[in-house]
C-alpha cells in the first residue's frame, strides 16, 4: 500500500442517509454455481427500485469482463476477486445504495473479511454499515443437474481446474443472516423472505412498504 497518501473526509454517512432518504446496505449472495444467485439477486434489484429503492447488483461474472479482468479462478486470485469485490460493495452502501453482491465466494475467511470490512467502516458518530449474508443453499447434485452454463460438465469432463464443488471446496456459512434453499422455494418467495427481514431490521424506507 502507498504511503504517501491521505484520507480526505467527506459527508457523513448520517447526512447521505438524511438526504437520499434511505440507508445502505450490502447483500451478499453466496452459494454454489447454479444456485440462482444472480436470478434471485436481479429480481431483488428490480423490486427494490420498483419500491423506490435505489440498488445495484455487482454480477459474478460481469465484474470479470472489467473490474476484475486480470483475475483467474486460483484460490489467490478468487480471494483477490472478493476482496476487490467487498470494497467496491461498501463504497456503494456507504452512499446510500443497496448493494447486492452474487458471488460463489467459497472461502469463509473470504467472507469474513467482507464482513469485517462494513463493520470496520464506520467513521466518528456513524454507525457500521449493515452486512446481510445470504447464502442460496442448493444439494450439489440439483446445482449440476441445471447446469445452465454447462460448468459442471466441464468440470467433470476435466475440461475446467478448480471448480467449486466439483474440484475445489465451497465452505458454507455457519451463521447467514438469511438462509434459501432454492431446491424448496421460488424466486419470488426468495425475494419475499429478504424483503420481509429488510423490513424487520429497518433497512428500507417507511414509504417503500407502507
Known amino acids: 500500500m502507498a504511503t504517501n ?44 427500485l420498483h419500491i423506490g429503492v435505489a440498488a445495484y447488483r455487482l454480477d459474478g461474472d460481469n465484474v470479470r469482463f472489467g473490474l476484475n479482468k486480470d483475475l483467474g479462478f486460483s484460490e489467490r486470485d478468487r480471494n483477490e476477486n472478493i476482496r476487490r469485490i467487498a470494497e ?21 475467511a473470504d467472507r469474513k473479511m467482507a464482513r469485517d470490512l462494513h463493520a470496520n467502516a464506520s467513521q466518528a458518530e456513524d454507525c457500521a454499515i449493515p452486512f446481510i449474508e445470504v447464502f442460496v443453499d442448493i444439494p450439489v447434485e440439483i446445482a449440476e443437474k441445471r447446469d445452465p452454463k454447462g460448468l459442471y460438465k466441464k468440470a467433470r469432463a476435466g475440461e475446467i481446474k478448480e471448480f467449486t464443488g466439483i474440484s475445489a471446496p465451497y465452505e458454507a456459512p455457519d451463521n447467514a443472516e438469511i438462509h434459501l434453499k432454492t431446491d424448496e422455494v421460488s424466486v419470488e418467495e426468495a425475494v419475499a423472505q429478504i424483503t420481509n427481514y429488510l423490513i424487520l431490521r429497518d433497512l428500507l424506507p417507511k414509504s417503500s412498504h407502507q
Open 5 to 48: 497518501i491521505t484520507w480526505h473526509p467527506s459527508l457523513s454517512r448520517k447526512e447521505r442517509i438524511r438526504f437520499r432518504g434511505q440507508r445502505g446496505f450490502t447483500l451478499w449472495f453466496t452459494g454454489l454455481s447454479a444456485s440462482g444467485k444472480s436470478t434471485i439477486a436481479t429480481a431483488l434489484e428490480q423490486h427494490l
Open 88 to 108: 467496491v460493495a461498501k463504497l456503494f452502501a456507504d452512499s446510500s445504495t443497496a448493494a447486492l453482491t452474487s458471488f460463489i465466494s467459497p472461502y469463509k
